[in-house]
């Protein structure tokens, strides 16, 4: 059992990286064709910026090759024989917690290279050392306490209740929920400061928007994510009464009202589709297969990897093994996203014409420096968005090049 869970890792390793080669090959050639939506300064800026992150992410997955060796041959043991004499409840929170740091002591110099040295390079990061580490410090001790509490509290199940994997599915889905209930009032502003809209003449214009598609909100806030960042966004959070607007102050420079209007209108698309409900029941059944290949995993694993069969002991195999069962699900996931983007852009031209979104996308795409183009099977696994090229084609975009004349020119990148 344990040489299986190694082959299935080390093919996840595999398909990552090779993701990753094929990215940067394509992009490598598609940078010296003719600009698509970008200045050519921009565009070679947009496609050097995906090779680094391309590049770091191939270290990146080498490395987390490497941790999960450790914890497969040494570290599950370890951990084991540190919590020995704990009750199953304490050594599950000990456990879980000693592997999340690890971890993240593992992960953290690639965090602070990307934000330093390529984010920095390309004059995206606006963070400082100094925020940069209370934001580490908030983010790990947030992590420590929900994870210690979830910890203990599925520990106690396993424990006490026979169909253990199912009740401890029901807690993590609820937590999921009130997670995002909470995260727009409570968790968000520990990070930024959120302050109401004071452009009453666009504000009044967002409520009517939101009017017209029947969305309630506590109100319209702007983040002060240019602290940390040059990037321009803006979404609708939380769920029920605790929904809100929140426009990015980079977003707001950039766009003009009626831009700002269009954006917002494809987000009222999700709302209006029930997108986020939607991606909460995805989620939910991914969970329960989870869930139940771990409530049913045999005792010979556990005596292979020569440690008892605990509560602490079945979480970090869950741990250790729930980015590989993200990623066989992720090309799914990824899909449903995709057509669920496309309906939004729908329901934004219905609301507030073409004309707007499209100039409001050409300006992100430029703002944000990213690239319109990437190989297919990044766009399989990874994109939760389609290529902007194809979203403007959809909504008639007859600026952006429709004769395949992309696709011809890089046919050999494609062959997998």
């Known amino acids: 059992m344990v040489q299986a869970l190694s082959i299935i890792f080390f093919l996840y390793v595999l398909i990552k990286v090779y993701i990753s080669v094929m990215q940067i090959g394509y992009v490598a050639k598609a940078k010296n064709m003719p600009p698509v939506l970008m200045k050519p300064s921009s565009w070679m800026k947009s496609a050097r910026y995906l090779i680094s992150n391309e ?24 951990l084991d024989t540190m919590t020995w004499n ?24 690639f965090s602070i290279y990307k934000t330093f040295v390529i984010d920095e390079r390309f004059r995206f990061n606006h963070s400082t050392p100094e925020l940069f580490v209370k934001d580490q410090i908030k983010g790990g001790l947030l992590t420590l306490v929900v994870a210690s509490v979830l910890s203990a509290a599925v520990a106690w199940i396993i424990v006490n209740v026979p169909m253990w994997w199912f009740v401890s599915f029901l807690l993590i889905f609820a937590v999921i ?62 769920l029920g009464k605790t929904k809100r607007v929140v426009l990015f102050d980079t977003l707001l420079e950039k766009l003009s009202d009626s831009e700002l209007l269009a954006v917002l209108g494809h987000e009222l698309g999700h709302y209006k589709h029930h997108d986020i409900y939607k991606n909460i029941a995805m989620l939910g059944g991914i969970l329960f297969v989870g869930f139940y290949i771990f409530g049913h ?11 008892r069969e605990t ?49 409001a996308l050409k300006k992100l795409v430029d703002e944000n420096k990213s690239f319109p183009m990437a190989h297919r ?26 004769d395949g004349k992309e696709d011809e020119a890089l046919k050999g990148e494609f062959t997998v």
């Open 55 to 78: 590049r770091l992410k191939i270290v990146e997955t080498l490395v987390e090759y490497a941790l999960f060796v450790f914890w497969l041959s040494w570290g599950i043991r370890w």
């Open 86 to 109: 704990m009750d199953p409840i304490m050594q599950a929170v000990v456990a879980v917690d000693l592997f999340l740091i690890v971890n993240y002591v593992v992960e953290l110099p």
């Open 177 to 238: 929920v009130l997670l995002n209930l909470l995260y727009p009032t409570l968790i968000a502003p520990m990070f930024n400061k959120f302050t109401p809209l004071q452009n009453e003449a666009l504000k009044e214009k967002i409520d009517a928007l939101m009017q017209r598609s029947g969305f309630e909100s506590e109100g319209v806030f702007v983040v002060d994510a240019s602290k940390r960042d040059a990037r321009l966004n803006a979404y609708f959070g939380g």
């Open 297 to 307: 995993l045999p005792t010979s694993l556990f005596m292979e990897l020569g440690v």
């Open 311 to 359: 509560p602490a002991m079945l979480m970090v195999l869950f741990l250790l093994m729930i980015s590989v069962f993200i990623f066989i699900f992720m090309p799914i996931m990824s899909f449903v996203s995709r057509q669920n983007e496309y309906a939004a852009d729908k329901y934004a031209v219905e609301m507030c014409g073409s004309e707007d979104l499209i100039r």
């Open 377 to 402: 099977l990044t766009i399989f696994f990874y994109h939760s968005h389609p290529p902007i090229v194809e979203r403007l084609r959809a909504l008639g975009d007859k600026s952006v090049r429709d």
